[in-house]
């Protein structure tokens, strides 16, 4: 049974840096594991994440509107996925979500309770 747990979220201003950090349960060192974010009024998205490859390395993906600021990282021996979040910007702000896939696959079923980020100007 996977079971996800998301912490390190909180109140930060623009321009500052948060580490969101996922405790994962019942997942293997090929499952894909991601974060996502959902704002008030807008659909829940993808932000980045991290899966594994037959060639036996770890593959980042991130949203654009992220990309060069947030940097997914794993530790298998801890079994967590973190979330670097630098320069933060008020847009930002949202819950954000752990997500673990089928397998190595990108068809995210698992999801954490979820954790507030919320960036002031």
């Known amino acids: 049974q996977v079971q996800l747990a998301e912490s390190g979220g909180g109140l930060v201003q623009a321009g500052d840096s948060l580490r969101l950090s996922c405790a994962a349960s019942?997942?293997?060192?090929?499952?894909?594991m991601g974060w996502f974010r959902q704002a008030p009024g807008n659909e829940r998205e993808f932000v980045a994440d991290?899966?594994?490859?037959?060639?036996?390395?770890?593959?980042?993906t991130y949203a654009d509107s992220v990309k060069g600021r947030f940097t997914i990282s794993r530790d298998h021996a801890k079994n967590t996925v973190d979330l670097l979040m630098n320069s933060l910007k008020p847009e930002d702000t949202a819950v954000y979500y752990c997500?673990?896939?089928?397998?190595?696959?990108?068809?995210?079923?698992?999801w954490g309770q979820g954790t507030q980020v919320t960036v002031s100007s």
């Open positions: 997500a673990a896939g089928l397998g190595p696959t990108t068809r995210y079923v698992h």
């Open positions: 019942g997942v293997t060192s090929r499952t894909a």
């Open positions: 991290m899966i594994w490859r037959p060639e036996n390395v770890y593959l980042a």
